[in-house]
């Protein structure tokens, strides 16, 4: 499971991308590759943001090559006339480009495919430096380069995200692992949370470590993972495994997972064991709940439907709730929540339901019921519950906040009926 050199490893990841600095796109290579090289003992040491610019890129990597283990630069090595990513990389490591036969005959093979003819541009992405290794990608045109020298290694990956990241998976990972720079397995036990700050939190793990163990966290719109890692060697996979479980053991019902699952696939999995449905009813959420869902490969056999009904009338006239319910205790509040989640079992014909209402922001809110407040509803064969939260942020980060909350809800839910089951013997 955990394998990897005791020695930490400096890692810089280069961005290129006019895009980038100006605002036009989110830099969601950096946040990915973080998370994916950490868990292979690779935690990026620093990162740089560069334009377009065949001259900005050469410098970077000139300055950076031999002061870091591992450099990984995204973006930039195309075929259009602003892609200067690999000639500026081979001229910073003095390199010349040599062809790669194969990947030329790959790229002649997909455009017969597709029915493109192969220009002279397309060919530029069939060379590598000197020594690299030319890495397939079979959801795109540009191949992505390996190079390692004087022990150490330089990885170029295309821009887009869908070629991006199974290259980084198929390909390089077992590179890095190949040549001793990454872990054969994870490089430390993740325990995920949900409903238990981070402060809380480190208060239960922190005396359950051991020494040679070493604690990170980190948190994202309401979920908050622990990382027990062995500090230079200090632990074993086994002693990390240990305590991850007295963790589990200690933290109760906010206890998620042990790994990476995420909220949404971990419902998915309880509903699929116990052969039950779900239906949802949305309105601050605005379908991001019914995305949540449908993002986990399988969830049809799940997954009824959904009924987006932001005003009241769609509510009243999609899923039935009483004009009185929400003139008396407004569309917002525990009542029509309920109401909202009966309504979607009645229609989808779901075994279990889920209703989202709340105050997103900027505007609405009442002095009981502010901006961040979001009532829950849910709906099942043994019972409606309702549950109220507030919750921080701007209005993207309440809705998917509002996502993850109603999801853990769900997911405790299920919980108690699966104990309940083998309490009375079911």
Known sequence: ???????????????????????????????????????????????????????????AVGEAWGAYDLIVTTGGIGPTSDDHTREAVAGALGLSLTHVPAAEQALRDRFKMIGRKVAAADLSQCYVPAGADSLPNPRGTAPGVFLHRDGRALVMLPGPSLELRPMFE????????????????EAYVQVRTFGIGAVPLEAIVRPLLAPGMALSFGTHT???????????????????????????????????????????????????SLEKTVALAESCTGGLLANAFTDVPGASKVFAGSAVCYANDAKVNLLGVPDCLIAQHGAVSAECAAAMATGAI?????????????????????????????????????GVWSQRVALPGDRRQIKQRAVNTALDFMRRKLNKYRVEDLIHGA
């Not at 796109?25 to 740089?48: D, K, V």
């Not at 198929?170 to 397995?185: F, H, K, N, S, Y």
């Open 222 to 272: 309401g979920v908050v993972d622990a990382r027990i890692s062995s500090a230079g060697g200090g632990a074993t996979a086994d002693q990390l495994c240990e305590v991850a479980r007295r963790i589990r053991d200690a933290v109760g019902e906010d206890f998620v997972a042990t790994g990476h699952a995420c909220l949404a696939t971990l419902v998915v999995e309880q509903l699929r």
């Open 346 to 382: 009645e229609k989808f014909g779901s075994d279990y339901a889920i209703a989202v209402t709340g105050y997103a922001g900027p505007g609405g809110g009442t002095d009981a019921d502010p901006v961040g407040t979001v009532y829950f509803g849910y709906a099942s064969p043994t």
């Open 170 to 185: 198929d390909e390089v990972v077992p590179r890095l692992r190949q040549v001793g720079c990454a872990c054969q397995g």
């Open 1 to 59: 499971m955990l394998s990897c050199n005791s020695r930490p490893r400096q890692v810089l990841v280069i961005n290129v991308g006019d895009e980038l600095l100006d605002g036009l796109r989110e830099n969601g290579h950096l946040l990915w590759l973080g998370e994916h090289l950490a868990r292979r003992g690779l935690p990026i040491t620093r990162s740089l943001v560069v334009r377009d610019d065949a001259a900005e890129i050469a410098r």
